[in-house]
């Protein structure tokens, strides 16, 4: 009976990677400039949020949240055809969340779902935590913290609280 069950979690383990591997080939990086919107969406799927931009393109948002650190941008001019991809969780892109005037939409809008979600009950308020790899390759968190309006009240940077859970499965 051992001898099975410990097949079976080999055979279970190996479908799980397999798997993981197959989902792994869709990524935003490999999509080539001049790719359509249908070609996208069938590689990746739906994205979190699409976003007119003011020069007329569209950005696509994928987030690799909880366990990736990046949310990619995805560009598509007039025809639908891709112009641009960037890695939208960067630091030089922390201060187009404006304290007191953006939203939980407009966070969104630019980064998808989050690693987690937090609740400030004490002072009625609530953070999503976004993972990302900082200059220097340490790994960090940028926290917009929203009232009970799903107003930004505040946008923190910490040390990404799980860099030492993401090893805790490893023997």
């Known amino acids: 009976m051992k001898r099975q ?3 079976l979690s080999r055979a279970l383990l190996g479908a799980c990677c397999a798997a993981a591997m ?6 935003p990086q490999l999509i080539d400039m001049g790719q359509t919107e249908e070609f996208v969406t069938a590689e990746l799927g739906e994205p979190n949020a699409k976003t007119p931009m003011p020069d007329g393109t569209v950005r696509w948002t994928y987030s690799s949240q909880p366990f990736g650190q990046q ?14 991809r960037e890695n939208g969780l960067q630091e030089k892109y922390f ?4 304290i007191g005037q953006s939203t939980e939409a407009d966070v969104w809008a630019m980064w998808g779902k989050c690693a987690e979600k937090y609740e400030f009950r004490l002072a009625n308020e609530h953070a999503w935590m976004y993972r990302y790899r900082a200059p220097g390759g340490f790994d960090m968190a940028v ?4 009232d009970t309006q799903g107003v930004v009240r505040s946008v923190d940077v910490t040390i990404d609280p799980w860099r030492d859970r ?6």
Do not use: E, S, T
Not at 22 to 27: E, F, I
Not at 71 to 84: E, I, Q, S, Y
Not at 95 to 98: L, R, V
């Open 71 to 84: 949310v990619w941008w995805l560009f598509f001019d007039a025809d639908g055809k891709v112009v641009g």
């Open 95 to 98: 201060k187009m969340i404006k």
């Open 22 to 27: 197959l989902a792994g080939c869709a990524h």
């Open 5 to 7: 069950m410990l097949g």
């Open 143 to 146: 926290w917009p913290q929203f």
């Open 166 to 171: 993401d090893n805790d499965w490893m023997p």
